[in-house]
């Protein structure tokens, strides 16, 4: 069992930066690829990011590549979300989400793959 708590959200003006962070729980959190995901209402909840378990490699979505970095700490069971030059398209709630048990493919963005999620921070990009 894994639970998984998102803060960092905020109201921040275009060109801005923010850093959600994700604390997790649990013993299997190094064995878990982690990711990032984002929804606006009326829309399905969109892939952002995904880091593999060792945190080596990283894997982004088009709309924020170079824009957005997505790292975890091991020893803290954590991971964070740093997002830089941000535009109001940005806004929306953020959700972080940990992989399978040892599922290993960080670059797959399909939510199947994703067994525990956070309650969402709201982020908000004002122009």
């Known amino acids: 069992q894994v639970q998984l708590v998102d803060s960092g959200g905020g109201l921040v003006q275009a060109g801005d930066s923010l850093r959600l962070s994700c604390a997790a729980s649990?013993?299997?959190?190094?064995?878990?690829?982690m990711g990032w995901f984002r929804q606006t209402p009326g829309k399905e909840r969109e892939f952002v990011a995904a880091?593999?378990?060792?945190?080596?490699?990283?894997y982004y979505s088009d709309s924020v590549k170079g824009r957005f970095t997505i790292s975890r700490d091991n020893v803290l069971n954590a991971v964070y979300l740093q997002m830089s030059s941000l535009k109001p398209e940005d806004t929306a709630v953020y959700y972080c989400?940990?992989?399978?048990?040892?599922?290993?493919?960080?670059?797959?963005?399909?939510?199947?793959?994703?067994?525990?999620w956070g309650q969402g921070t709201q982020v908000t990009v004002s122009s």
């Open positions: 989400a940990a992989g399978t048990y040892y599922w290993r493919s960080y670059y797959d963005p399909k939510q199947d793959h994703y067994d525990y």
């Open positions: 649990g013993r299997t959190f190094s064995a878990r690829t």
């Open positions: 880091i593999s378990r060792s945190g080596v490699s990283t």
